[in-house]
């Protein structure tokens, strides 16, 4: 059964700090891994997606690498920001043969404060 | 930018009453999904919807629990019979495909049972 960890659960970094989120999960049978951010009480805003067969993606302060055969991603912030304090979580799409309905496995998130 | 709706953003709703919530999906995408977040804990899947029916379920998606897709755009979950325990966050999301785009969430109701 796949299961998606985060290390760590909780992170406070200074303003202008690079940062990386871990995330790790146990079935490296996966087509894609895909990180979001969430903010308190509110919803699921996607950051990127990665397929399985590429090794990382990025959009402006954000790159996402993926080690498939590990199974490991990691979310690197450039120059972190107080704007960036979130939650962000990675979920897996696990390949499961003929069975494959596009859920989504999440990890717990890490919570990530930035302080000014 | 195409986005996933969900109404009510808060439902209050008494133990064993019925609830139906509501969203509407990226107007071109095929598979619908529900999530739920329980205060403090993991997002968790609950089913995957398409061609009009159900994909998979999870366990927690139990014989309470129901899935419609009653036009060409709303998408809704029905609980008959609400549980304290059904207290939680419930994401709608969708996707144009199952295996390799984005799934888009929507921003969730919230729902009280007490």
């Known amino acids: 059964k796949q299961e998606v960890t985060q290390i760590p659960a909780a992170l406070s970094v200074p303003e202008g700090e690079n940062l990386v989120l871990n995330c790790s999960f146990t079935?490296?049978?996966?087509?894609?891994l895909q990180w979001f951010r969430q903010d308190p009480g509110k919803g699921l805003t996607s950051l990127l997606l990665?397929?399985?067969?590429?090794r990382e993606q990025t959009s402006g302060r954000l790159n996402a690498s993926l080690d498939k055969s590990s199974g490991r991603s990691t979310l690197y912030i450039a120059a972190s920001q107080p704007g960036d304090s979130a939650t962000y979580l990675c979920?897996?799409?696990?390949?499961?043969?003929?069975?494959?309905?596009?859920?989504?496995?999440f990890g717990q998130g890490t919570t990530l404060q930035v302080k000014p | 930018e195409p986005e996933v709706t969900q109404t009510p953003s808060h439902q209050v709703t008494q133990m064993g009453q019925e609830v139906i919530l509501r969203c509407v999906p990226i107007?071109?995408?095929?598979?619908f999904y529900w999530y739920r977040q329980i205060l403090g804990q993991k997002v968790e899947f609950l089913v995957s919807?398409?061609?009009?029916?159900?994909?998979?379920k999870s366990e927690i998606f139990d014989d309470q629990f129901s899935v419609e897709r009653p036009d060409g755009s709303n998408f809704t979950l029905k609980i008959r019979s609400t549980k304290l325990e059904d207290s939680a966050m419930y994401f709608c999301?969708?996707?144009?495909?199952?295996?390799?785009?984005?799934?888009?969430f929507g921003p969730g109701t919230r729902l009280t049972v007490t």
């Open positions: 999301a969708s996707s144009w495909d199952r295996s390799s785009y984005e799934q888009y």
């Open positions: 919807f398409y061609n009009n029916e159900i994909s998979e």
């Open positions: 990665i397929q399985s067969s590429q």
């Open positions: 979920a897996v799409r696990p390949q499961e043969g003929s069975g494959n309905t596009g859920k989504l496995i």
């Open positions: 079935d490296s049978a996966i087509y894609n």
């Open positions: 107007s071109n995408h095929l598979y």
